[in-house]
């Protein structure tokens, strides 16, 4: 499941069964956490100071959705924030 492609779409996003995302959100954010424990000690990788925030943000509004409802939008934004952690940083050269 593309999940960035899916929350960028409406159309998709509304095509898409809530409980899938749903699991998949969390499923995400578990990933995520062990990632962010190991993520100081790995060279060249770059951890937000607040990424842990996002992750946890993301959890607790996942956890509250009904999949059986279309997700709210403060699950949408926390998803956009939390996956926005695993895009490269903009560097110049």
């Known amino acids: 499941m ?4 899916i929350l960028d779409n409406a159309p ?3 095509a ?10 969390l499923w995400i954010v ?3 956490d062990w990632l962010g424990t190991i993520a100081g ?4 990788l770059s951890w937000p100071l607040d990424a842990p925030d996002r992750i946890e943000r993301l959890r ?3 956890n509250a ?8 939008v403060n699950v949408l934004d926390s998803a956009r924030k ?12």
């Open 2 to 5: 593309n999940v960035a492609a």
């Open 12 to 14: 998709i996003l509304q």
């Open 16 to 25: 898409t069964d809530g409980g899938e995302l749903r699991s998949t959100l």
């Open 30 to 32: 578990d990933e995520m």
């Open 41 to 44: 000690s790995m060279s060249g």
């Open 60 to 62: 607790t509004v996942a």
């Open 65 to 72: 959705w009904d999949p059986f409802t279309p997700p709210p």
């Open 82 to 93: 939390c996956l926005g952690i695993l895009q490269p940083t903009q560097t110049t050269p």
